[in-house]
């Protein structure tokens, strides 16, 4: 689906009917006899540009389950658009070092697209720590859709980016994070003194107003720091990704971080992306727009889904290693959430970008229906 659709078929754009014939070659989010239907080919069309061919590097590690599903999804990406288009899928560090030197590859056309964990950019952009679940947050991947896809977040969102020389093209859902810890943790109390890889921006502070000492890392250097000591803990992603990672060999305990029921308080909707560089964005066709577009929100079911397979299958590895598995008391939880609540309105008045995105995101945790949020919860705070 494009920012213009819903799942009930395409609106008209400026005042006339929207082509229908192509819409019935993808079908979004269809999930069938347990796998995902990523789309029939899409017709390419006889006016459009020669063959393109785009360099994505994603934040995913070669040989993780997150890469292997990206780099299937890109390689079927020149058949599916008829040869229009292609995608040349890069794992984390191949072509960018690190996580700034991704940022820049892809405003400056070294690559031309990324698939990166849309948090990593609170340095450069504050409104991204209310792009992917934060402290005490939206914790349902439904509710982080709908306000995308239903509540104008996307258009926001793209707003922002353009900034950049960039062009987000949409949410990529995957996970919750949990910490996985050399030593047990089943209160907030036992944090303190501990030092945690965590994503940084608004989890690192929240953390660390609990005695935590955090520090940033890619993926790939958390096993080494975890097996030499330089760090107690490490905030990553699901079992899936970090049984790959081998997690399992340098720690012995899983800190949930929430209470039963919710697999994190402190991130339980980690959301990646597919985010474009303007002047590669603007050189396709308004069909392959479109159809570049559809393909990024049925990828994100299908990434989803297949991620949460792996971690039923990952956490039965976990536990048959020894791994021990914990999680905070409701206590705890009112605790966290009463430490997270400023945070948010501290980044939130970063900038209007930030601001503007969290208000919209206030608003929902404050209708009844949503029930997130009552008056008092933020009383004395304002924007």
């Known amino acids: 689906m494009t920012d213009k659709t819903s799942s009930a078929g395409q609106k008209p754009q400026n005042g006339k009917p929207a082509d229908t014939s192509r819409r019935n070659l993808i079908t979004a989010g269809a999930v069938a006899g347990g796998a995902l239907l990523m789309g029939a080919p899409y017709i390419r069309n006889a006016e459009a540009a020669k063959s393109t061919t785009w360099k994505v590097q994603s934040s995913w590690d070669a040989g993780t389950t997150g890469f292997k599903l990206f780099e299937e999804w890109a390689n079927s990406f020149k058949e599916k658009s008829g040869g229009e288009l292609a995608i040349k899928p890069f794992p984390a560090k191949a072509v960018a070092a690190d996580n700034n030197a991704l940022f820049d590859a892809v405003r400056t056309g070294v690559l031309q697209a990324m698939n990166p964990f849309t948090l990593y950019w609170s340095g450069k952009i504050p409104a991204s720590v209310f792009l992917s679940s934060y402290p005490a947050g939206p914790d349902q991947t439904s509710h982080w859709d709908t306000m995308f896809y239903g509540l104008g977040m996307l258009e926001m969102t793209r707003d922002i980016f353009k900034k950049f020389g960039l062009y987000y093209v949409g949410p990529i859902q995957h996970d919750a994070n949990i910490i996985h810890s050399k030593k047990p943790v089943t209160s907030l109390k036992q944090l303190k003194g501990m030092k945690v890889r965590l994503p940084g921006g608004m989890v690192a502070q929240v953390f660390e107003k609990f005695g935590v000492s955090t520090t940033s890392m890619p993926g790939s250097d958390i096993y080494p720091a975890l097996e030499k000591g330089t760090i107690d803990a490490a905030d990553y992603v699901g079992p899936a990704i970090n049984w790959d990672l081998g997690f399992a060999e340098v720690t012995k305990y899983i800190i949930c971080m929430g209470p039963p029921g919710q697999t994190s308080l402190y991130q339980p909707v980690d959301l990646m992306d597919m985010t474009v560089n303007m002047g590669a964005w603007k050189r396709l066709s308004k069909q392959m727009k479109a ?85 008092d919860d933020i009383k004395g705070l304002k924007l």
Request: proline share 4%; glycine share 2%; no cysteine.
């Open 291 to 375: 159809f570049v577009q559809d393909q990024v929100q049925t990828y994100s079911v299908h990434h989803f889904v297949t991620i949460q397979k792996a971690n039923v299958d990952a956490m039965e590895k976990f536990l048959k290693k020894g791994t021990t598995v914990s999680r905070l008391s409701a206590d705890d939880v009112t605790e966290f959430r009463k430490a997270a609540i400023p945070v948010w309105y501290q980044w939130a008045k970063k900038n209007k970008d930030a601001s503007r995105i969290f208000k919209l995101q206030l608003d929902y945790m404050l209708n009844p229906y949503m029930g997130y949020l009552n008056p």
